[in-house]
């Protein structure tokens, strides 16, 4: 079984910064694309951002496209996502997802199918 550990969330400023990262367990990392996702209380789960399996291509939702960025580590079974110029509607749950995909950037959750924890990101004004 797959294991997805997301760690850097927090509180932070409007405006500021965070870097999320996703440890994932398992040899066939490297074989498949990664996903962020996130849940703010009372909303639907929504997608971020995604990658495919050799770093090539990426997906952005277009109210993160110019401040987000997703990448991966394929040597380090790791996915990150640096965020800049947060704003309080970022203020969410966020999810590190593995695709059932190699080559596509899939924007939907059906398309996922092992999932993180969650790690929570808040953003003041």
């Known amino acids: 079984q797959v294991q997805l550990v997301e760690s850097g969330g927090g509180l932070v400023q409007a405006g500021g910064s965070l870097r999320l990262s996703c440890a994932a367990s398992?040899?066939?990392?490297?074989?498949?694309?990664m996903g962020w996702f996130r849940q703010a209380p009372g909303k639907e789960r929504e997608f971020v951002a995604a990658i495919t399996a050799s770093g090539a291509r990426t997906r952005y939702v277009d109210s993160v496209k110019g401040r987000f960025t997703i990448s991966r580590d394929n040597a380090k079974n790791m996915v990150y996502l640096q965020m800049n110029s947060l704003k309080s509607e970022d203020t969410a749950n966020y999810y590190c997802?593995?695709?059932?995909?190699?080559?596509?950037?899939?924007?939907?959750?059906?398309?996922?199918?092992?999932w993180g924890q969650g790690t929570q990101v808040t953003v003041s004004a």
């Open positions: 398992g040899r066939t990392f490297s074989s498949y694309a």
């Open positions: 997802a593995r695709s059932i995909y190699g080559g596509v950037a899939a924007t939907s959750a059906p398309e996922y199918v092992y």
